[in-house]
């Protein structure tokens, strides 16, 4: 069974730009979470949604910022525009709401905001 | 808001000693407590996990213990190795019913031959 799959793993752009972070989760798990991890604030939750829907996006931290889920196997992140003080790893974990279980991360995506 | 608070920061040890790791948690609700570990340029994995219902879980060095009524939580690890070094990441769920984790600051492990 594949684990949860981002792409890209690595993203260099521009400030300014558009960059587009995207999420397959495992199958079959219904809950998806975005994290950003920087040297500075650590592991921090962006959003994270149920069934596809958005149930917190509190962690997201400025407008420029925007999640989807389309359906159960697909989630992207977006920054519109870009900044510098983006720069960081986002990964993207999902698991099942069925209790209390674990959540698997992705290999994350690597961002440089130039 | 709901925190979790993990000490030390950096912790170094020698091949075979022991390494215990610490965290507190202010959710009175939190059921759920994982531990993970990261190693440098990968992606945070899962080690163990304690749920509400229990005290302690072992699986071969590694230990969690989990009081409640203090509200904290301390890994544990054993006969420590330099694949060992890594960072390592508590967590405990919030309440709500969807899994969601607030995690520590981080603890940064260092074995040294």
């Known amino acids: 069974d594949a684990g949860v799959i981002q792409s890209p793993r690595h993203e260099v752009t521009e400030m300014g730009q558009e960059v587009t972070l995207r999420c397959k989760p495992i199958?079959?798990?219904?809950?998806l979470f975005w994290y950003r991890q920087t040297m500075m604030r650590g592991l921090e939750l962006l959003i994270y949604?149920?069934?596809?829907?958005?149930?917190?996006d509190s962690g997201m931290p400025e407008d420029r910022f925007s999640a989807k889920m389309p359906n159960a196997s697909f989630s992207t992140l977006k920054i519109q525009p870009s900044e510098p003080r983006d720069s960081a790893v986002y990964f993207c974990?999902?698991?099942?709401?069925?209790?209390?279980?674990?959540?698997?991360f992705g290999p994350g995506t690597r961002l440089l905001v130039l | 808001g709901e925190n979790v608070e993990q000490h030390p920061s950096t912790l170094s040890v020698q091949e075979g000693d022991s390494a215990v790791i610490k965290c507190t948690y202010s959710d009175s609700a939190s059921n759920y407590f994982p531990w993970y570990k990261q190693e440098l340029g990968k992606r945070p994995q899962l080690i163990i996990d304690i749920r509400s219902n229990v005290g302690e879980k072992k699986d071969q060095r590694i230990a969690v213990t989990l009081n409640k009524t203090a509200k904290h939580f301390s890994l544990h690890i054993t006969e420590t190795q330099p694949e060992d070094s890594a960072v390592y990441f508590c967590a405990a769920s919030m309440g709500g019913g969807y899994n969601k984790l607030i995690f520590g600051a981080g603890t940064r492990l260092a074995v040294h031959p």
């Open positions: 949604f149920n069934n596809n829907v958005p149930i917190d």
């Open positions: 974990a999902s698991t099942h709401t069925t209790g209390q279980e674990t959540q698997y």
């Open positions: 199958s079959g798990h219904n809950s």
